[in-house]
């Protein structure tokens, strides 16, 4: 992987870099996933926002557009970020692995998670774009972006909604949009107001972040 480090440290043209390795990524065979892949899903955003959100990994919609978080997830965490005066062109989004994991279930390909092997496989190119982008907050969604990023015995339910530094950057984990679509009644209502007041904190550490930007 010299090549990937060697991208990383040339320059300072964030875009450039950010398009070399997704370049590299677009071509990756480190794991079996790129065998069933239909597109690689590298991440979208701006490359400058002190803010970057980390997710698992593409479904189906993300595989066949090549970008992250656009089926109905994707438009849930639009919710979550317009609640709280945010668009997804103001922070960077990407995931743990970039490409789909998925399984075979009566003639049709069912998400899902990736397994270890193949988080690591991917960690490379996470790690890159982390150093590229330099942000000052993390904000995984979901536990196998946690436990990837802040650590490996991560429990969301347990440890979502604390600030862990990782590195320098202020990490933070929440629940992933998928995980409340599948919730209901009394449960989605609490799942909800969890999230509510993670996002809260996350934007008001993210306004201090432009604050002393000066913007």
Not at 156 to 174: E, Q
Request: hydrophobic share 35%; with cysteine.
């Amino acid at each position: 992987m010299e090549t990937l480090f060697d991208a990383v440290e040339g320059g300072e043209n964030r875009e450039e870099r950010l398009a070399e390795l997704a370049r590299q990524v677009s071509v990756c065979t480190r794991c079996d996933l790129s065998r069933s892949r239909t597109n690689t899903v590298f991440g979208t955003g701006d490359p400058y926002s002190p803010l970057m959100l980390v997710g698992e990994g593409p479904g189906e919609n993300e595989d066949a557009t090549g970008l992250p978080f656009v089926g109905r997830a994707g438009k849930l965490l639009d919710n979550i970020l317009a609640a709280v005066n945010l668009s997804r062109e103001q922070v960077y989004i990407t995931n743990i692995v970039k490409c789909r994991a998925a399984v075979e279930e009566n003639g049709r390909l069912r998400n899902r998670q990736p397994r270890t092997a193949e988080i690591n496989a991917c960690n490379p190119y996470l790690q890159a774009q982390i150093e590229a982008i330099k942000p000052e907050i993390i904000l995984c969604l979901g536990g196998p972006a946690a436990k990837t990023i802040i650590d490996r015995d991560f429990r969301i339910t347990r440890d979502r909604g604390k600030w862990y530094d990782v590195g320098g950057i202020r990490a933070m984990a929440t629940f992933h949009p998928a995980y409340i679509l599948r919730q209901s009644g009394e449960e989605l209502v609490r799942t909800k107001r969890l999230v509510w007041k993670d996002i809260q904190n996350v934007y008001a550490e993210y306004q201090r972040a432009m604050e002393h930007r000066g913007v």
